[in-house]
Protein backbone atom coordinates (compact mmCIF):
# COMPACT_ATOMS: atom_id res chain seq x y z
CA UNK A 1 0.00 0.00 0.00
CA UNK A 2 1.22 3.29 -1.17
CA UNK A 3 1.70 5.62 2.01
CA UNK A 4 4.04 8.84 2.90
CA UNK A 5 6.28 8.15 5.25
CA UNK A 6 5.90 11.59 7.41
CA UNK A 7 2.27 11.55 7.12
CA UNK A 8 1.31 8.19 8.44
CA UNK A 9 4.22 7.92 11.07
CA UNK A 10 3.89 10.97 9.98
CA UNK A 11 24.21 26.30 7.31
CA UNK A 12 27.08 28.91 6.70
CA UNK A 13 30.02 27.27 7.11
CA UNK A 14 32.86 28.82 8.97
CA UNK A 15 36.24 30.05 7.17
CA UNK A 16 38.97 27.87 8.10
CA UNK A 17 42.52 27.81 7.65
CA UNK A 18 43.78 24.53 6.06
CA UNK A 19 47.75 24.65 4.78
CA UNK A 20 47.34 28.63 4.83
CA UNK A 21 44.49 28.42 2.37
CA UNK A 22 40.99 29.73 3.80
CA UNK A 23 37.64 28.46 2.72
CA UNK A 24 34.20 29.42 3.20
CA UNK A 25 33.00 26.34 1.60
CA UNK A 26 33.83 23.73 3.46
CA UNK A 27 35.09 21.91 0.21
CA UNK A 28 38.25 20.88 2.57
CA UNK A 29 38.27 22.65 5.89
CA UNK A 30 36.64 20.71 8.55
CA UNK A 31 33.61 22.42 9.94
CA UNK A 32 30.69 22.11 11.47
CA UNK A 33 27.41 20.96 8.99
CA UNK A 34 25.29 23.37 10.13
CA UNK A 35 24.75 26.04 13.25
CA UNK A 36 22.00 25.26 15.76
CA UNK A 37 20.00 27.52 14.49
CA UNK A 38 20.31 26.60 11.07
CA UNK A 39 19.77 23.23 11.91
CA UNK A 40 16.84 24.19 13.51
CA UNK A 41 15.22 26.58 11.01
CA UNK A 42 15.75 23.64 9.25
CA UNK A 43 13.49 21.91 10.97
CA UNK A 44 11.22 24.27 11.53
CA UNK A 45 10.84 25.06 7.45
CA UNK A 46 10.59 20.78 7.18
CA UNK A 47 7.69 20.39 9.39
CA UNK A 48 6.09 23.95 7.57
CA UNK A 49 6.44 22.34 4.08
CA UNK A 50 5.51 19.10 5.18
CA UNK A 51 2.15 20.16 6.52
CA UNK A 52 1.27 22.02 3.29
CA UNK A 53 1.82 19.04 1.29
CA UNK A 54 0.78 16.29 3.13
CA UNK A 55 -2.88 18.16 3.47
CA UNK A 56 -2.92 18.61 -0.17
CA UNK A 57 -1.08 15.84 -1.43
CA UNK A 58 1.01 17.48 -3.39
CA UNK A 59 4.35 15.99 -4.10
CA UNK A 60 5.78 18.49 -6.31
CA UNK A 61 6.57 20.84 -3.04
CA UNK A 62 7.47 18.16 -0.89
CA UNK A 63 10.33 17.46 -3.43
CA UNK A 64 11.48 20.90 -2.19
CA UNK A 65 11.50 19.71 1.81
CA UNK A 66 12.76 15.79 1.40
CA UNK A 67 15.37 13.66 -1.06
CA UNK A 68 16.42 10.05 -0.95
CA UNK A 69 14.70 7.02 0.47
CA UNK A 70 12.84 8.98 2.53
CA UNK A 71 12.12 11.33 -0.48
CA UNK A 72 11.15 8.46 -2.62
CA UNK A 73 8.29 6.77 -0.43
CA UNK A 74 6.64 10.35 0.41
CA UNK A 75 6.63 11.33 -3.54
CA UNK A 76 5.03 7.73 -4.49
CA UNK A 77 2.68 8.03 -1.22
CA UNK A 78 1.47 11.69 -2.37
CA UNK A 79 1.32 11.19 -5.47
CA UNK A 80 -0.99 7.95 -5.06
CA UNK A 81 -3.57 9.45 -2.68
CA UNK A 82 -3.95 12.35 -5.03
CA UNK A 83 -4.39 10.37 -7.49
CA UNK A 84 -7.00 8.46 -5.30
CA UNK A 85 -8.37 11.68 -4.03
CA UNK A 86 -8.02 14.21 -6.03
CA UNK A 87 -9.24 16.95 -3.07
CA UNK A 88 -6.41 16.76 -0.49
CA UNK A 89 -6.89 15.27 2.82
CA UNK A 90 -10.06 17.05 4.65
CA UNK A 91 -9.18 15.11 7.69
CA UNK A 92 -5.27 15.91 7.91
CA UNK A 93 -3.64 16.40 11.10
CA UNK A 94 -1.14 18.62 11.23
CA UNK A 95 2.25 17.14 12.32
CA UNK A 96 4.24 18.89 15.12
CA UNK A 97 7.92 17.91 16.01
CA UNK A 98 9.02 18.98 19.49
CA UNK A 99 11.59 18.76 21.89
CA UNK A 100 14.40 18.57 19.23
CA UNK A 101 18.16 17.58 20.21
CA UNK A 102 20.57 18.20 17.17
CA UNK A 103 23.43 15.99 16.57
CA UNK A 104 25.58 18.36 13.96
CA UNK A 105 29.09 16.45 12.80
CA UNK A 106 32.18 18.66 11.81
CA UNK A 107 32.97 17.35 8.39
CA UNK A 108 34.69 18.09 5.33
CA UNK A 109 33.58 18.39 1.68
CA UNK A 110 29.96 17.35 0.26
CA UNK A 111 27.43 16.38 1.22
CA UNK A 112 26.94 16.90 4.83
CA UNK A 113 24.51 16.01 7.32
CA UNK A 114 23.03 16.82 11.05
CA UNK A 115 20.55 14.74 12.32
CA UNK A 116 17.21 16.17 14.47
CA UNK A 117 16.35 14.23 17.26
CA UNK A 118 12.41 15.02 17.93
CA UNK A 119 9.14 14.37 20.01
CA UNK A 120 6.16 14.15 17.74
CA UNK A 121 1.70 13.94 18.13
CA UNK A 122 2.27 10.96 15.63
CA UNK A 123 4.04 7.88 17.73
CA UNK A 124 3.71 8.26 21.16
CA UNK A 125 6.33 8.50 23.18
CA UNK A 126 8.66 7.41 20.38
CA UNK A 127 11.43 9.59 18.94
CA UNK A 128 11.80 10.69 15.38
CA UNK A 129 15.40 10.63 13.79
CA UNK A 130 15.33 13.21 10.92
CA UNK A 131 18.65 12.83 8.72
CA UNK A 132 19.08 16.38 7.28
CA UNK A 133 21.56 16.36 4.32
CA UNK A 134 22.71 19.23 1.40
CA UNK A 135 25.07 19.33 -1.06
CA UNK A 136 26.26 22.58 -1.15
CA UNK A 137 26.48 26.09 0.35
CA UNK A 138 23.89 27.03 -1.59
CA UNK A 139 20.97 24.37 -1.40
CA UNK A 140 18.47 24.02 1.16
CA UNK A 141 18.51 21.23 3.86
CA UNK A 142 16.72 17.84 2.92
CA UNK A 143 15.30 15.48 4.61
CA UNK A 144 16.86 11.54 3.42
CA UNK A 145 15.95 9.63 6.16
CA UNK A 146 13.23 9.05 8.78
CA UNK A 147 13.38 6.64 11.80
CA UNK A 148 10.94 6.17 14.35
CA UNK A 149 13.43 4.21 17.81
CA UNK A 150 11.89 4.00 21.36
CA UNK A 151 13.58 6.53 23.98
CA UNK A 152 15.95 3.36 24.90
CA UNK A 153 16.82 2.62 21.57
CA UNK A 154 18.53 5.97 21.05
CA UNK A 155 21.98 5.28 21.86
CA UNK A 156 24.29 8.41 23.67
CA UNK A 157 25.91 9.88 21.08
CA UNK A 158 30.05 10.64 21.37
CA UNK A 159 31.17 13.84 20.44
CA UNK A 160 34.49 15.35 20.07
CA UNK A 161 36.84 17.94 21.81
CA UNK A 162 34.20 20.81 20.41
CA UNK A 163 31.81 19.16 21.40
CA UNK A 164 29.94 17.97 18.12
CA UNK A 165 28.90 14.64 17.06
CA UNK A 166 31.50 11.82 15.80
CA UNK A 167 30.47 11.04 12.36
CA UNK A 168 31.61 7.95 10.40
CA UNK A 169 32.60 9.25 6.97
CA UNK A 170 31.55 5.81 4.43
CA UNK A 171 33.74 5.30 1.60
CA UNK A 172 32.99 6.45 -2.39
CA UNK A 173 32.82 2.77 -3.41
CA UNK A 174 32.79 -0.72 -2.53
CA UNK A 175 36.82 -1.58 -3.05
CA UNK A 176 36.85 1.14 0.15
CA UNK A 177 33.94 -0.22 2.12
CA UNK A 178 35.34 -3.64 1.82
CA UNK A 179 38.85 -2.06 3.56
CA UNK A 180 36.94 0.42 5.34
CA UNK A 181 38.61 0.25 9.21
CA UNK A 182 35.91 1.97 10.95
CA UNK A 183 35.79 -0.49 14.20
CA UNK A 184 32.58 -1.72 14.25
CA UNK A 185 31.05 -5.55 13.60
CA UNK A 186 29.92 -4.08 10.19
CA UNK A 187 31.29 -1.23 8.35
CA UNK A 188 28.29 1.11 7.76
CA UNK A 189 28.54 1.15 3.30
CA UNK A 190 27.97 -3.03 3.77
CA UNK A 191 24.78 -2.44 5.76
CA UNK A 192 22.54 -2.84 3.06
CA UNK A 193 24.00 -5.51 0.75
CA UNK A 194 24.65 -7.44 4.16
CA UNK A 195 20.91 -6.99 4.98
CA UNK A 196 19.66 -7.83 1.84
CA UNK A 197 21.96 -11.09 1.96
CA UNK A 198 20.34 -11.79 5.10
CA UNK A 199 16.65 -11.44 3.96
CA UNK A 200 17.39 -14.42 1.34
CA UNK A 201 19.81 -16.48 3.82
CA UNK A 202 19.33 -15.67 7.23
CA UNK A 203 22.60 -15.88 7.79
CA UNK A 204 24.60 -12.86 9.04
CA UNK A 205 25.44 -10.99 11.92
CA UNK A 206 22.11 -9.16 12.70
CA UNK A 207 20.09 -9.97 15.48
CA UNK A 208 16.64 -11.52 16.39
CA UNK A 209 13.81 -9.09 15.58
CA UNK A 210 10.93 -7.83 13.77
CA UNK A 211 12.77 -6.44 10.56
CA UNK A 212 15.55 -9.24 10.47
CA UNK A 213 14.31 -12.54 11.80
CA UNK A 214 10.83 -12.12 11.48
CA UNK A 215 10.87 -10.17 8.18
CA UNK A 216 12.52 -13.38 7.12
CA UNK A 217 9.82 -15.61 8.54
CA UNK A 218 7.19 -13.34 6.59
CA UNK A 219 8.76 -13.48 3.52
CA UNK A 220 8.75 -17.88 4.36
CA UNK A 221 5.21 -17.94 4.98
CA UNK A 222 4.18 -16.40 1.71
CA UNK A 223 4.96 -18.71 -0.10
CA UNK A 224 3.32 -21.14 1.93
CA UNK A 225 -0.37 -19.41 0.27
CA UNK A 226 -1.82 -22.14 -2.84
CA UNK A 227 -3.12 -18.79 -4.48
CA UNK A 228 -0.04 -17.50 -5.24
CA UNK A 229 4.22 -17.94 -5.63
CA UNK A 230 6.05 -14.97 -4.02
CA UNK A 231 9.81 -13.21 -5.63
CA UNK A 232 11.61 -11.43 -4.67
CA UNK A 233 14.70 -9.20 -5.62
CA UNK A 234 17.17 -7.17 -2.77
CA UNK A 235 19.18 -4.56 -4.16
CA UNK A 236 20.88 -1.50 -3.05
CA UNK A 237 20.32 1.66 -4.37
CA UNK A 238 23.39 3.65 -5.63
CA UNK A 239 21.77 6.73 -7.13
CA UNK A 240 22.88 10.50 -4.80
CA UNK A 241 21.38 10.85 -2.15
CA UNK A 242 20.47 7.37 -1.30
CA UNK A 243 24.32 6.67 0.67
CA UNK A 244 24.36 5.73 4.03
CA UNK A 245 25.05 8.19 6.92
CA UNK A 246 26.44 6.90 10.55
CA UNK A 247 27.54 8.69 14.31
CA UNK A 248 29.17 6.97 16.33
CA UNK A 249 27.93 6.31 20.19
CA UNK A 250 30.04 6.18 22.98
CA UNK A 251 30.18 2.36 23.66
CA UNK A 252 32.18 2.34 20.66
CA UNK A 253 29.63 0.93 18.16
CA UNK A 254 27.11 3.14 15.90
CA UNK A 255 23.43 4.49 15.09
CA UNK A 256 23.27 3.88 11.03
CA UNK A 257 20.86 5.22 8.65
CA UNK A 258 20.77 3.00 5.48
CA UNK A 259 18.40 2.13 2.41
CA UNK A 260 17.46 -0.75 0.34
CA UNK A 261 15.13 -1.41 -2.45
CA UNK A 262 12.69 -4.79 -3.01
CA UNK A 263 10.92 -6.15 -5.91
CA UNK A 264 7.96 -8.05 -4.36
CA UNK A 265 6.17 -10.40 -7.35
CA UNK A 266 3.24 -12.19 -6.79
CA UNK A 267 2.25 -14.50 -9.33
CA UNK A 268 -1.15 -16.11 -8.91
CA UNK A 269 -2.25 -19.56 -9.90
CA UNK A 270 -4.38 -20.45 -12.33
CA UNK A 271 -7.81 -19.36 -11.58
CA UNK A 272 -6.92 -16.59 -9.50
CA UNK A 273 -6.81 -12.99 -9.82
CA UNK A 274 -4.53 -10.32 -8.16
CA UNK A 275 -5.79 -7.71 -5.89
CA UNK A 276 -4.62 -4.42 -5.99
CA UNK A 277 -5.23 -2.03 -3.47
CA UNK A 278 -6.53 1.35 -5.33
CA UNK A 279 -3.52 3.69 -3.63
CA UNK A 280 -0.78 0.32 -5.54
CA UNK A 281 -3.13 0.35 -8.79
CA UNK A 282 -2.38 4.47 -9.08
CA UNK A 283 1.25 3.66 -9.54
CA UNK A 284 0.81 0.75 -11.56
CA UNK A 285 2.19 -0.06 -15.04
CA UNK A 286 0.33 -2.20 -16.89
CA UNK A 287 -2.74 -4.78 -16.44
CA UNK A 288 -2.77 -6.63 -12.94
CA UNK A 289 -4.10 -10.39 -14.70
CA UNK A 290 -1.86 -13.15 -13.39
CA UNK A 291 0.60 -10.90 -11.68
CA UNK A 292 2.08 -8.09 -9.69
CA UNK A 293 5.42 -6.40 -9.20
CA UNK A 294 5.48 -3.79 -6.12
CA UNK A 295 8.85 -1.92 -6.03
CA UNK A 296 9.46 -1.16 -2.54
CA UNK A 297 11.84 1.41 -1.03
CA UNK A 298 13.10 0.92 2.82
CA UNK A 299 14.95 2.96 4.81
CA UNK A 300 16.31 1.45 8.27
CA UNK A 301 18.16 2.50 11.08
CA UNK A 302 20.60 -0.26 12.81
CA UNK A 303 22.27 0.00 15.92
CA UNK A 304 25.91 -1.71 14.98
CA UNK A 305 28.22 -2.53 17.75
CA UNK A 306 31.91 -2.30 18.21
CA UNK A 307 33.81 -4.83 16.16
CA UNK A 308 33.28 -8.05 18.40
CA UNK A 309 30.40 -6.69 20.82
CA UNK A 310 27.76 -8.30 19.31
CA UNK A 311 25.21 -8.48 16.59
CA UNK A 312 23.53 -5.71 14.54
CA UNK A 313 19.98 -4.80 15.80
CA UNK A 314 17.79 -2.70 13.25
CA UNK A 315 15.05 -1.18 15.69
CA UNK A 316 13.61 1.00 12.96
CA UNK A 317 12.35 0.09 9.43
CA UNK A 318 9.92 2.04 7.08
CA UNK A 319 9.04 0.83 3.66
CA UNK A 320 6.46 2.40 1.18
CA UNK A 321 5.64 1.25 -2.64
CA UNK A 322 7.02 3.56 -4.95
CA UNK A 323 6.00 1.67 -8.07
CA UNK A 324 4.08 -1.31 -9.30
CA UNK A 325 3.75 -3.69 -12.76
CA UNK A 326 0.99 -5.53 -13.95
CA UNK A 327 0.96 -8.38 -15.89
Known amino acids: MARTAVGVVMAVATAASVSGCVTVHGETAIVPAASEEEAEAALDRFVEVSNESNAAYDAELNETIENGPLGEIDHAGLVARGEVTPGGNPDFEPL ?37 TRNGMDEEWLASYLSVLEPSAVPEFAVDDDGYAEDIPIPADAEQAAGDDAGLVLPPALLGPAYNDFLGSKAGPFADGPYTTEAVERREESNSNPAYAMQYQDSVPTEPGF ?34 DPLVEALMEGSAETSVTLVRMAMHAALVPASGAGDVAVPSRITGVTSAIGE
Open 243 to 276: APVALRDTDGGALVFFATRHHEKQTMAEGETPVV
Open 96 to 132: ELTDATFHIPQQAGWPKFFVADTATNRSGDNRWLLVF
